[in-house]
């Protein structure tokens, strides 16, 4: 059974910074590209970035430059660090993982950018 969890979300100013972390059971982030995307209130989920099994990177124009992911083979966990954060940063932070054509979520994460 897959399970992703995330944490690491919380109340942070603008300007600041925050570590997301997506832990994951039933499956092996080193052999799967492994995405975060996040949702506002009243907006459509948007990716966010994405880190493949061969360590390739990728972040929405957004992000780029602010935001970097990573991955602890050792713990099955990726990592969004989240720098200069900006209140349009405010939002439910999940990380997803697609098996065999299925979606599989986390409960996401609320990340609030705000003074």
């Known amino acids: 059974q897959v399970q992703l969890v995330e944490s690491g979300g919380g109340l942070a100013q603008p300007g600041g910074s925050l570590r997301l972390s997506c832990a994951a059971s039933?499956?092996?982030?080193?052999?799967?590209?492994v995405r975060w995307y996040r949702q506002a209130p009243g907006n459509q989920r948007e990716f966010v970035s994405f880190?493949?099994?061969?360590?390739?990177?990728n972040y929405a124009d957004s992000v780029k430059g602010r935001f970097t992911i990573a991955r602890d083979n050792a713990k099955n966990t990726v990592y969004l660090q989240m720098n200069s954060l900006k209140p349009e940063d405010t939002a439910t932070y999940y990380c997803?993982?697609?098996?065999?054509?299925?979606?599989?979520w986390g409960q996401g994460t609320q990340v609030t950018v705000s003074s």
């Open positions: 039933g499956v092996l982030f080193s052999s799967n590209l």
């Open positions: 997803n993982v697609v098996l065999s054509s299925r979606n599989y």
């Open positions: 880190i493949s099994s061969g360590g390739t990177v």
